[in-house]
């Protein structure tokens, strides 16, 4: 199966990304990211102290200021924090 394009999709609890990133300025949001490398082996993220996080997979907390790298694919899945999915992805943050 072939895509055509970036793919955005909404659900209860969650939303998805999957397509290119470019760069992007500093932000937040209420949500879990999980970030998941697609096109390259790594997916990189830079935090507000300028500590830059690498991994196939990365999970930023909600309400941290962070920033992607560029890449020309990832998939990103945004999580609702009070699901109880989200209650195991609190083990995975940096903080």
Do not use: K, N
Request: aromatic content about 10%; hydrophobic content about 40%.
């Amino acid at each position: 199966m072939t895509r055509t394009g970036p793919r955005f999709a909404v659900g209860p609890g969650y939303a998805l990304y999957q397509g290119p990133l470019a760069d992007s300025a500093f932000h937040r949001h209420a949500t879990f990211q999980v970030a998941v490398a697609a096109a390259a082996r790594t997916v990189a993220i830079d935090d507000d102290t300028g500590r830059r996080h690498r991994g196939p997979a990365l999970v930023v907390p909600p309400m941290t200021r962070h920033r992607m790298a560029p890449t020309r694919e990832v998939l990103t899945f945004y999580v609702d924090p009070h699901c109880a999915f989200a209650d195991r992805l609190r083990a995975g943050c940096w903080r």
